[in-house]
T-cell receptor, first 113, second 110 residues
């Protein structure tokens, strides 16, 4: 069975600092990878996704992620965060041919002034 | 487009009561899903549907039922509410692999 591990449950950073949210997955077959963001008291929104092609994927709000097949990782990065990036971020993996999207437990990013 | 809408936003139930969480999407998506979100646990799939008249169990279906009579609507039914069903419930629809989530229903069972 697939699993997704988000290595940090909470990440505090100062405004304008860079940030990396880590995600590892376990799967021996081709997968699609996603990052979703959840702002307080809202549903999840798609931030970016990797389906195929270039391993560096750019998303909304200046976020990007790099797919690393050998390390089975899909870490999310932003070079300079804003207060408004404070939210919970979920990594998810979708195995081709399945309808199931498996989510990690989430990482709460808190951006402090 | 309104996207995915859910009602109610909040609900408190007593143990043993029943209720239906409503979900509607106006994007003509065939695929729809129900998830529950518990603190620190991510999202768990309860049920999903690949089209009108077709539903299937997810990871945590016990205590829930669904139906899908139209493309737009995918209600989730709790028959005998239990404290373990206290959670935030999200409905989603999808096109290709992208999920579109509703704003959620916060349910408390006491």
């Amino acid at each position: 069975a697939q699993s997704v591990t988000q290595l940090d449950s909470q990440v505090p950073v100062f405004e304008e600092a860079p940030v990396e949210l880590r995600c590892n997955y376990s799967s021996s077959v081709s997968v699609y990878l996603f990052w979703y963001v959840q702002y307080p008291n809202q549903g999840l929104q798609l931030l970016l996704k990797y389906l195929s092609g270039s391993t560096l994927v750019k998303g909304i709000n200046g976020f990007e992620a790099e797919f690393n097949k050998s390390q089975t990782s899909f870490h999310l990065r932003k070079p300079s965060v804003h207060i408004s990036d404070t939210a919970e971020y979920f990594c998810a993996v979708h195995q081709g041919g399945s309808e199931k999207l498996v989510f990690g437990k989430g990482t709460k990013l808190t951006v402090n002034p | 487009n309104a996207g995915v809408t859910q009602t109610p936003k909040f609900r408190i139930l007593k143990i043993g009561q029943s209720m239906t969480l409503q979900c509607t999407q106006d994007m003509n998506h065939n695929y729809m899903y129900w998830y529950r979100q518990d603190p620190g646990m991510g999202l768990k799939l309860i049920y999903y549907s690949v089209g009108a008249g077709i539903t299937d169990k997810g990871e945590v279906p016990n205590g829930y039922n669904v139906s899908r009579s139209t493309t737009e609507d995918f209600p989730l039914r709790l028959e005998l509410a239990a404290p373990s069903q206290t959670s935030v419930y999200f409905c989603a629809s999808s096109y290709d692999q992208d999920r579109y989530f509703g704003p959620g229903t916060r349910l408390t069972v006491t």
